[in-house]
């Protein structure tokens, strides 16, 4: 959920993610440990022709990867030849609206952003009324939290936590709290935003889950980050590192955060080190984030 991954809608701190069960590529990926995921997904959707309910469930699996590792371009791309197309399961539809309204939020095409969610949004009321699943809840909430009422993704939350307080899923309750996060750290409520990500990293951390461990190492320290609290801070950046490829996105923006973070504690050499580990020319990074490597960029050069 990858969501659920959560790298905010700005591109300032982190996704606001939800990715949910019906398309978690990495809980599919996980039957396949020793191959690369995508290869995995794009290999079980050659075999898969033949059967049509599988064949939309495997190209949900492609837009999850797609939107957990930032490949906008590659998202949007898989999924505008299904726009005009009416006969398409109802789940697979609710997730290439989901999918595609993010992925247009987050490149700023804001008004066709907000006309997809509104069909995810119409969608998502008709299966989570039919099937009661407590992860769309969780995903109307985010869609709320996106395009809507903060304040309203707070209630849905709330209602999921409340309802909801004895299911066992990991990833419900990483969802849940992550999304919580969200919010807190978009009403400056650090300290709430702090126990809401350690609650996210807490429910995932002893899993095989190493998506969703980065990602929520990276949000938990970005809340620290935020409150001001630089040595948790470091200290979560760093454990993300234990689960993630140099080629990642995810380590190029901690490491781009560790700069951040040295640089206001005055270590510049460190915040130069880590600066240096991002390779810009291999590296897309999000309007947000390009601009604090410039910012710090230039703040190192001049020191």
């Known amino acids: 959920m990858r969501i659920f991954l959560l790298l905010s809608i ?11 069960n019906y398309s978690d590529h990495e809980v599919f990926c996980l039957q396949q440990p020793q191959t690369h995921c995508l290869t995995y997904i794009e290999t079980r959707l050659n075999k898969a022709q033949g059967n049509p309910a599988q064949w939309f469930k495997l190209k949900t699996y492609q837009f999850d990867y797609y939107y957990d590792y930032q490949q906008f371009e590659n998202l949007l791309n898989a999924i505008t ?23 247009l939020n987050y490149i700023d095409k804001k008004a066709e952003a907000k006309a997809y969610a509104a069909k995810a949004f119409t969608q998502l009321d008709g299966i989570y009324n039919a099937f009661g699943d407590p992860l769309r809840l969780v995903e109307l909430a985010n869609l709320h939290y996106v395009f809507g009422s903060k304040k309203a993704a707070m209630r849905l939350l709330i209602d999921a936590e409340q309802r909801f307080a004895k299911n066992n899923d990991p990833i419900f309750h990483l969802e849940l709290h992550i999304n919580k996060a969200h919010i807190y750290l978009n009403w400056q409520q650090y300290k709430q935003a702090i126990r809401s990500n350690l609650m996210a990293y807490n429910a995932i951390k002893s899993t095989n889950h190493v998506a ?21 801070a470091i200290s979560y950046y760093k454990k993300a590192f234990d689960y993630t490829e140099p080629q990642s996105i995810y380590h190029a923006i901690y490491s781009l955060r560790l700069a951040q973070v040295y640089l206001q504690i005055g270590k510049k050499a460190q915040a130069k080190e880590w600066l240096s580990k991002i390779d810009r020319n291999a590296t897309m990074l999000g309007k947000g984030h390009a601009a604090l490597y410039s910012k710090l960029q230039q703040a190192l050069t001049e020191s």
């Open 81 to 103: 030849p299904f726009l005009e197309q009416d006969k398409l399961p109802d789940v697979f539809k609710l997730q290439m609206y989901f999918y595609y309204a993010k992925a």
């Open 212 to 232: 969703k461990i980065v990602l929520t190492s990276g949000n938990l320290a970005y809340s620290y980050h935020q409150n001001k609290n630089y040595k948790e």
């Open 10 to 20: 700005a591109a300032t701190s982190f996704n606001a993610l939800a990715s949910e």
